[in-house]
C-alpha cells in the first residue's frame, strides 16, 4: 500500500475525485510545506523532489492493519476557489499494489472487433477534418479523403506488431506490440516498477486491465505478413476501409534511394533532394 498525491487543475476535479487513469498518469507531487500526514496513528514523511530526485509515494504497507484505517491531512491553507484562475489543488489516495503475471497479461485483454473498427474508420473519414485531428497518429489527406496509420510497433520502427494493443483511453489508432513493451519495461529483478504502465506513444493508461487488442490492426499484419510485405511501416486507410500498404524504397550502399549521383556525362551537378 502506498500514499500518493497530485495536483490537479480544480475544473478538472469533480466531487474531490477523478478517473483511475487520469489518477494512475499523473505523476506525484506534494505541497511544498504547510501539509502533514498521520496514519493510525504513525506520522509520515513526504520523499520529496530534494531528496529523493522527484516526488515519490510512501509506503504504507508496515502500518496497514485488519479492520479500519485512518488517513489524518492536516493543512495550513484553505482550499482554492474554483472560480479563481489557474486553481490549483492536491489530491490524496491510498493506492492497492499488486502483481499480475505475464501470462495472466497476456491473455487478460479485451478485444476490438475489426467489424467495429472498420465503422469507426469509416465514420473518421467521412467526419469533419475537426474530428478526424483528434486522433493523434493519423496523416489526413483532405484531398484524397485517406489516411495514414502505422502498424510498425513504436520502439524501433523496424518490425511488425505481433500483438497490437493499446490502452482504453488511447485516442489514437496505432498500436504497439504487447511483448516489446513488456520487455522493455523497467524491472527490479524479475517483478515490473510500478509507475510504468502507460502507453509509449501517449503516455495514457495502459494497465493489464485497460489493454485492448486491434482486431482490425490484427487482421492487417496478417494479411502483410500472407502477402511478403513484413517490411511495411505503414498503410493507407480510404473512406470505405479499404487499405494499401506504404511502400518504402531501401536504402543502397551509396546513400539513400531517393538521392541521385553527380552526371558523369556533362560534368554537371545534378540537383539531390532528400525526402523525409
Known amino acids: 500500500y502506498r500514499l500518493r498525491c497530485v495536483k490537479m487543475a480544480v475544473p478538472g476535479v469533480s466531487g474531490g475525485s477523478c478517473s483511475d487513469s487520469s489518477w494512475v498518469t499523473q505523476e506525484t507531487s506534494w505541497p511544498t510545506f504547510g501539509f502533514y500526514f498521520e496514519f493510525n496513528g504513525q506520522m509520515l514523511e513526504a520523499r520529496r523532489k530534494i531528496h529523493w530526485g522527484r516526488d515519490k509515494p510512501i ?6 492493519r485488519s479492520g479500519k484505517n485512518t488517513l489524518k491531512v492536516s493543512s495550513l491553507f484553505r482550499r482554492p476557489n474554483p472560480s479563481a484562475t489557474g486553481a490549483m489543488e492536491y489530491v490524496f489516495a491510498i493506492e492497492e499494489v499488486a502483481c499480475v503475471t505475464h501470462d495472466n497479461v497476456v491473455r487478460g485483454f479485451s478485444v476490438i472487433s475489426g467489424g467495429d473498427e472498420t465503422v469507426s474508420i469509416k465514420a473518421s473519414l467521412n467526419a469533419t ?3 478526424v485531428d483528434d486522433d493523434d497518429d493519423i ?14 510497433e513504436p520502439y524501433t520502427r523496424s518490425k511488425l506488431c505481433e500483438i497490437p494493443v493499446r490502452g482504453k483511453t488511447c485516442k489514437h489508432r496505432e498500436c504497439f506490440d504487447l511483448e516489446t513493451f513488456l520487455s522493455a519495461e523497467k524491472r527490479f529483478e524479475d517483478v515490473s516498477a510500478v509507475d510504468v504502465w502507460r502507453c509509449p506513444i501517449c503516455k495514457e493508461d495502459v494497465r493489464p486491465g485497460e489493454l485492448l487488442i486491434d482486431d482490425w490492426i490484427t487482421g492487417v499484419i496478417k494479411a502483410l505478413k500472407q502477402n511478403g510485405q513484413q517490411d511495411t511501416r ?23 534511394a531517393n538521392a541521385r549521383a553527380p552526371s558523369e556525362n556533362t560534368g554537371e551537378l545534378m540537383e539531390i533532394v532528400e525526402l523525409d
Open 139 to 152: 496523416i489526413f489527406d483532405t484531398e484524397k479523403n485517406t489516411f495514414t496509420i502505422t502498424v510498425a
Open 59 to 64: 509506503d504504507i504497507t508496515a502500518f496497514v
Open 234 to 256: 505503414a498503410i493507407i486507410v480510404k473512406a470505405d476501409g479499404t487499405w494499401s500498404p506504404i511502400v518504402e524504397e531501401k536504402e543502397d550502399n551509396a546513400g539513400s
Open 129 to 131: 477534418t475537426t474530428s
